[in-house]
């Protein structure tokens, strides 16, 4: 079935083997789906006037969010990647934290890190929240502190055990070969530099756009006429480069700024015991945190804010908001992914297609009514700088190579998606990020609306 070949290798063989072990690992998608949307129909939130419908209710409307999810079906069954399969790992300890079931949450996350340490980004969620709840929860009156001790002191080796055995499983065999250290080096390889070749829409990328902006402005009025430029950061390559204007950015500095933009969450959480609704909230606000201002950040980490958010999304109106918003965006922002001709009105339809479910189902959902002149939930601004994917979309798949720009400037469509997806996520993030540290505990614990 495989040759290995370092360049251009391909075989029917390999192609059905990928094809087809996507779509069977999906299973592990479906039925983490299958989990969340149970854990919606029995618990104790207040119920919409929806929630009997057999395809208007927000168990059906998550399930058909989730197994539907553009950027999941662009990324895994065209693109080819496994992140269904990984997905439904995370939807899976999610069900089960919010059930506070935190022993089989922490060992479903536990597996799902060494599976793919992309998602150590949340790790700091489960990290506070576990501690929090189950290891030192609060102690009540009349309880002694010996025996309260005693008891949190088990929880927490319990939790440790678990996780502890599912890395040395992972790691113990890398441990006893004495190659732990090259495993590291490729598991956080910092010499790729601070963007990925297609840069992932977030604020380096603005940052990125805003260096290589100077530097022309600059040039034209005499400023750096002494200067060498090259492209490094617009050659589609993945490697080191320093900035031209503004100060280069180092992994420490990604680093401070992650965890700057994440603590106040994080204090949040931690101040708001037994509401696994805000896990669930914080933890989309870290993979915001990560995916904004982290090392050398893949664009398809914005399924890690997407897909969490999908459950809140369906029980409240707020967080659909920003959902419709993110979704629209944040997929769109995975287009140039596929970039054959025969992908193009593939990528379109799916994205027209999950669009307008989202928008028609939540809209019945929360009682929306539709305006024409605004995209429903989304205000006026919202709702034009939406309808800009189009003109955007228009010109780099037609305009950009009829007007010649496609031999100059190669990389001017990449670097107009990024800079304007990356407007509207970090809009999204700030949005969100408001919306959780000024909610109230008493209002929106039980409330739909």
């Known amino acids: 079935m495989l040759e290995v070949k ?9 192609i059905y083997f990928q094809r087809f072990s996507v779509i069977f690992t999906d299973l592990v998608f479906a039925y983490g789906t299958w989990e969340c949307c149970t854990y919606l129909l029995k618990s104790s939130l207040r119920k919409s006037s929806k929630w009997g419908s057999q395809w208007a209710s927000p168990s059906a409307v998550l399930a058909l969010l989730l197994l539907g999810n553009a950027g999941l079906l662009m990324v895994d069954h065209i693109h080819f990647q496994y992140n269904g399969f990984l997905f439904g790992i995370l939807l899976i300890s999610l069900s089960r934290m919010l059930q506070d079931q935190y022993l089989a949450s922490s060992f479903w996350f536990a597996l799902l890190l060494n599976l793919k340490h992309i998602f150590l980004y949340v790790s700091p969620v489960y990290f506070v929240y ?31 055990l678990i996780v502890g055995l599912v890395f040395l499983v992972s790691f113990g065999p890398f441990i006893a070969m004495g190659e732990l250290k090259q495993v590291l080096s490729r598991l956080f ?14 604020f380096w990328a603005l940052y990125n756009v805003a260096d290589k902006a100077a530097f022309i402005l600059g040039k034209k009025v005499g400023y750096f006429e002494d200067r060498n430029y090259t492209a490094a950061m617009t050659g589609g390559l993945v490697q080191e480069y320093e900035h031209s204007v503004l100060p280069a950015i180092q992994p420490r500095t990604t680093f401070i700024f992650v965890f700057l933009s994440i603590l106040p969450a994080l204090l949040k959480l931690f101040m708001a015991p037994k509401n696994p609704l805000h896990f669930v909230r914080c ?8 995916f904004m201002f982290g090392w050398h950040v893949h664009e398809k980490a914005v399924l890690l804010m997407i897909v969490p958010l999908s459950l809140l999304a369906v029980v409240w109106k707020r967080e659909a908001e920003v959902y419709l918003l993110l979704a629209s965006v944040g997929h ?26 989202t928008y028609v189902s939540l809209s019945n959902l929360f009682h929306i009514p539709r305006k024409l002149s605004m995209v429903p939930f989304l205000s006026r601004v919202e709702s034009l700088y939406l309808m800009g994917l189009l003109p955007l979309f228009l010109y780099e798949n037609v305009f950009h190579n009829v007007m ?7 990389f001017l469509p990449l670097m107009m998606t990024s800079s304007y997806c990356a407007i509207g996520i970090t809009y999204c993030w700030l949005k969100y990020y408001w919306h959780f540290v ?9 409330k739909a609306y």
């Open 438 to 446: 000024t909610m109230s505990e008493v209002i929106h614990k039980r």
């Open 404 to 410: 010649g720009f496609n031999k100059k400037y190669p």
């Open 189 to 202: 390889p910092f010499k790729r530099g601070l963007s990925h070749a297609y840069w992932a829409p977030n």
């Open 283 to 290: 933890l989309v606000l870290c993979a915001f945190g990560s």
């Open 6 to 14: 370092r360049l251009n290798y391909d075989s029917w063989q390999t």
């Open 130 to 160: 576990l501690l929090r709840n189950c290891c030192y929860p609060k102690r009540h009156p009349g309880v002694p502190f010996k025996h309260w001790f005693l008891q949190s002191s088990r929880q927490l080796a319990k939790l440790s």
């Open 332 to 357: 769109y922002s995975l287009f140039p992914l596929l970039f054959t001709a025969f992908e193009i009105p593939l990528k379109a339809l799916l994205l027209l297609m999950h669009s307008i479910y």
